[in-house]
Nanobody, 124 residues
Framework: QVQLVESGGGLVQAGGSLRLSCAAS????????TGWFRQAPGKEREFVAA????????YYADSVKGRFTISRDNAKNTVYLQMNSLKPEDTAVYYC?????????????????WGQGTQVTVSS
């Protein structure tokens, strides 16, 4: 079992920044890719960013490229999502998830463990 706990969400004005954290416990986490997804009310869960286990490769949705940065500290079993230049359309519940590997990291079905989510609200 892997337990994932997100933190760092909150209310911020447009143009502001937040840093989300995803802390993992349980079975080996540092050897697997990890992703961030988000879900706004009435919308499907969408891919935001992902990072390989070695942090050598990162992936971003076009909507966040250049504004968000994903990183990880395997010694701390933690993955981060630095979000800058936030926009009202970034408002959503943000989830981190672990992928067992071998499938595209852009789809929720490629992940087997999920956190409970953290709310991010960007006011205009």
């Amino acid at each position: 079992q892997v337990q994932l706990v997100e933190s760092g969400g909150g209310l911020v004005q447009a143009g502001g920044s937040l840093r989300l954290s995803c802390a993992a416990s349980g079975r080996a986490f540092s050897i697997n890719p990890t992703g961030w997804f988000r879900q706004a009310p009435g919308k499907e869960r969408e891919f935001v960013a992902a990072i390989s286990w070695s942090a050598g490769t990162t992936y971003y949705a076009d909507s966040v490229k250049g504004r968000f940065t994903i990183s990880r500290d395997n010694a701390k079993n933690t993955v981060y999502l630095q979000m800058n230049s936030l926009k009202p359309e970034d408002t959503a519940v943000y989830y981190c998830a672990r992928a067992p590997g071998g499938s595209s990291l852009f789809y929720p079905t490629s992940y087997d463990y999920w956190g409970q989510g953290t709310q991010v609200t960007v006011s205009s």
